[in-house]
């Protein structure tokens, strides 16, 4: 059976220390404190300085790298599209208007072969 046992403080200091710390020490940390908040501060700078320049850099480095090799055929029809509301409103009107086309090109075909057939039973 587990017993709570007292956990030891992971602070060098405790707030009463801190409290009672005298001015120089005080103010030798906070300067401390400071001067890696102020490099840190620099550091930021910098990088959002250099970030235009990285940036072109990294672009430039995509330029110089080679295209993903070419998907063959099969891996790319087995997937299918996802079309939008317009691009699908688009082909179903081609349909129609080829299944328009097939019907005149269709009553043209027979309208002529009856024609025929009607003037070779004419014939005498």
């Not at 009672?20 to 550091?43: F, V």
């Not at 790319?76 to 090109?105: A, D, F, W």
């Amino acid at each position: 059976m587990a017993v709570n046992k007292r956990v030891p403080n992971t602070r060098s200091k405790t707030a009463r220390d801190l409290l009672n710390e005298d001015a120089p020490s005080k103010k030798k940390r906070l300067t401390t404190t400071s001067r890696g908040i102020q490099d840190e501060i620099t550091r930021l700078e910098c990088v959002i300085a250099a970030a235009p320049r990285l940036a072109r850099q990294r672009q430039i480095e995509r330029y110089d790298t080679l295209p993903p090799p070419e998907r063959s055929t099969w891996e790319t029809k087995g997937k299918p599209r996802r079309l939008s509301l317009q691009q699908k409103m688009v082909l179903s009107r081609r349909r129609v208007y080829l299944l328009l086309e097939l019907c005149i090109v269709a009553l043209g075909v027979s309208g002529l072969v009856g024609w025929i057939m009607h003037c070779l039973d004419r014939a005498p």
